[in-house]
C-alpha cells in the first residue's frame, strides 16, 4: 500500500516530518492512516491556547507592542508559507493534509511556548 509506505518516505520541504501521533489509525498491516479530523482539531485547540497566550504576553510587552505585533504578523505569514510547502511523497490527499495540519500544530505551540515567556 503507497500510502503505508508515505510514513517511511513522507517530507517537508525543510526535511522535518511534521506528525500527530494521537491522530493515527492502525490498519491491518501495523501501518497507520492519518485521521484528518483529529489532527485538524488538534490544531484547533493549539490554535485556541496560542491566543490564550497571545493576550497576556501583549499586555505585559505594552511598550514593545508594535514590535511585538509586527512580529507576530511575520511569524503568521511564515506559517503558512511554511505549512503550505509541506508534501507527503505519497501523493495521498489525506496525509498532506494530516501533514500540513500537524505542521501548524507543532509550529503554533513553539509560538505558544514563546509568547508564554515573554509574560
Not at 58 to 87: D, M, Y
Request: net charge positive.
Amino acid at each position: 500500500m503507497i500510502a503505508a509506505l508515505s510514513i517511511l518516505l513522507a517530507a517537508t520541504a525543510s526535511g522535518h516530518l511534521y506528525s500527530l501521533p494521537q491522530c493515527h489509525e492502525t490498519v491491518e498491516t501495523g501501518a497507520w492512516w492519518p485521521d484528518v479530523d483529529c489532527a485538524r482539531d488538534e490544531y484547533r485547540r493549539a490554535d485556541a491556547r496560542l491566543n490564550q497566550a497571545w493576550k497576556p504576553a501583549l499586555r505585559s510587552n505594552a511598550p514593545r507592542r508594535s514590535g511585538l505585533v509586527a512580529s507576530e504578523r511575520k511569524w503568521i505569514s511564515e506559517l503558512q508559507a511554511t505549512c503550505a510547502a509541506v508534501n507527503d511523497l505519497s501523493g495521498e490527499r489525506e496525509f498532506i493534509e494530516y501533514r500540513r495540519l500537524a505542521c501548524k500544530y507543532e509550529l503554533t505551540r513553539e509560538r505558544t511556548s514563546y509568547l508564554a515567556k515573554l509574560r
